[in-house]
């Protein structure tokens, strides 16, 4: 069990977390434990649940191959959704658009969006591997993502632009 995988339903009824290679809920009342997804060969980390709460996004790795996964929460599916070439770190899902992913990668080009469906993957905050950015998250229920431009400001911007703003 991955001690910072834990991300609990829209209803509060649920926990979902993430188990080596598994995807898995639990029912907080009857305690009955749910696989939702078993990537047999692969590593997930933590889950995000998607703003209309049907499904999780996780990072997943595979021989060592990075990638983004989306698990509906009902357990009738799951599917890979982007496989890029470069490191894919923590995933989240967007608080206000239900079909957005965030994902972090490395110093080349730190932050990345892409669709549930894999469409429209594009690099947020374009900046070269000179510029330091760490710790991107949504900011609240909104679309814009919040991160440190390391060591010179906390920025923001909004998903799917190019501008961004010091906080």
Same mark, same amino acid.
């Given at each position: 069990?991955g001690g910072?995988?834990a *991300?609990p339903?829209?209803?509060?009824?649920?926990?979902?977390?993430?188990?080596?290679?598994?995807? *898995?809920?639990?029912?907080?009342?009857?305690?009955?434990? &749910?696989?939702l997804?078993?990537?047999?060969?692969g590593?997930v980390?933590g *889950?995000?649940?998607?703003?209309?709460g049907q499904?999780?996004?996780?990072?997943?790795?595979?021989g060592?191959?990075?990638a983004?996964?989306?698990v509906?929460?009902?357990g009738s599916? @799951? &599917?890979?959704v982007?496989?890029?070439?470069r490191?894919v770190g @923590?995933? &989240?899902a967007c608080?206000?658009?239900?079909?957005l992913?965030?994902?972090?990668?490395?110093?080349?080009?730190?932050?990345?969006e892409?669709?549930?469906?894999?469409s429209?993957?594009r690099?947020l905050f374009? @900046?070269?591997?000179?510029?330091?950015i760490?710790?991107?998250?949504?900011?609240?229920k909104?679309d814009?993502?919040?991160f440190?431009?390391?060591?010179?400001?906390l920025k923001?911007?909004?998903?799917g632009?190019?501008?961004?703003?010091?906080?």
């Open positions: 069990f910072f995988s *991300c339903a829209q209803d509060g009824r649920r926990v979902f977390y993430n188990l080596g290679g598994q995807v *898995c809920s639990v029912d907080l009342e009857t305690l009955e434990e &749910q696989v997804a078993d990537f047999l060969d590593r980390g *889950c995000s649940l998607s703003a209309d499904r999780l996004v996780t990072s997943l790795s595979r060592g191959r990075p983004v996964a989306v509906n929460t009902d599916g @799951h &599917q890979v982007a496989e890029p070439s490191v @923590h995933v &989240q608080p206000t658009d239900p079909d992913i965030l994902y972090s990668s490395d110093i080349n080009q730190r932050m990345w892409v669709r549930m469906d894999g429209e993957e690099p374009e @900046h070269d591997k000179t510029v330091w760490t710790h991107e998250t949504f900011l609240g909104s814009e993502v919040i440190v431009h390391w060591p010179f400001a923001a911007i909004r998903v632009t190019d501008e961004d703003r010091v906080v």
